[in-house]
């Protein structure tokens, strides 16, 4: 079925815009290819699987409460550390990278557990206290 020319460039320019303000399109795919994972919600506590971890170092979870995904990082057996993908300069969503996440807006860079690394942001991501417990990674948002 043909797209009518307008409806085509009406979805390009949000696709655009999409691109612009966001940085990626989270609702496609993770940011940079990075997978979301299912995780369980008991309280204030998101239980994530380890072996979400199996694939990749790192994966976002669905977080509606604050409007954008948290990044979990794996860093090594053990450690982990959990950040909201919500840049603290002007709030566009941030990008996990393999060494750095960064900000497609004006260019902030943090390390992964979401220090940053260069401006115009000057504050740390948000951070989430997390945990281990057996076979699941335990992230605090309350
Ligand atoms: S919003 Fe991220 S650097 Fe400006």
Same mark, same amino acid.
């Given at each position: ?18 691109? @612009? ?15 979301? @994972? ?105």
């Amino acid at each position: 079925m043909a797209v009518e020319r307008r409806t085509f460039l009406k979805r390009a320019r949000n696709v655009s815009l999409g691109v @612009a303000v966001g940085g990626c399109l989270p609702w496609v795919s993770g940011c940079a290819g990075v997978p979301y @994972a299912d995780f369980r919600r008991s309280g204030n506590v998101l239980r994530v699987p380890r072996a979400a971890f199996a694939t990749s170092p790192g994966v976002l979870l669905n977080f509606p409460d604050e409007g954008m995904p948290i990044y979990v990082h794996r860093h090594g057996e053990g450690r982990y550390s959990a950040v909201l993908t919500r840049c603290t300069h002007q709030g566009c969503q941030v990008d996990p990278d393999q060494d750095r996440i960064r900000c497609p807006c004006h260019g902030s860079e943090y390390s992964l557990d979401g220090r940053v690394l260069q401006g115009p942001a000057e504050r740390s991501l948000t951070r989430y206290a997390i945990s281990v417990e057996g076979d699941e990674i335990l992230v605090e948002v309350g």
